[in-house]
Nanobody, 127 residues
Framework: QLQLVESGGGLVQPGGSLRLSCAASGFTLDYYAIGWFRQAPGKEREGVSCISSSGDSTNYADSVKGRFTISRDNAKNTVYLQMNSLKPEDTAVYYC????????????????????WGQGTQVTVSS
């Protein structure tokens, strides 16, 4: 059974950093692109960052460019999201999802088309 599990969330002060992990089981991660999405209370889910199956292509939402970095280690079946210079507006539940290769170029906008999601991890940025 295909499963994704996020970890690494928590409470951090503005300007701080967190690293989220998305670990896959039940399938080989290297077939899929992986996307990170987030959802704040009362808001729609939005794309944050995506990485291609090989890891050689990435994309980012404008709101996180220069602050977040996505990476993957296919040998460990894990994708990471390094989040630096965190702001209160980054507060949300963060989810990872498996993205079929054909959707990679539209990954940030594709959340309604994706079938495999993790359970989410809460990130709270507050002083």
């Amino acid at each position: 059974q295909l499963q994704l599990v996020e970890s690494g969330g928590g409470l951090v002060q503005p300007g701080g950093s967190l690293r989220l992990s998305c670990a896959a089981s039940g399938f080989t991660l290297d077939y899929y692109a992986i996307g990170w999405f987030r959802q704040a209370p009362g808001k729609e889910r939005e794309g944050v960052s995506c990485i291609s199956s090989s890891g050689d292509s990435t994309n980012y939402a404008d709101s996180v460019k220069g602050r977040f970095t996505i990476s993957r280690d296919n040998a460990k079946n894990t994708v990471y999201l390094q989040m630096n210079s965190l702001k209160p507006e980054d507060t949300a539940v963060y989810y990872c999802a498996a993205v079929p290769p054909l959707l990679f170029r539209r990954c940030l906008l594709s959340y309604s088309l994706l079938n495999y999601w993790g359970q989410g991890t809460q990130v709270t940025v507050s002083s």
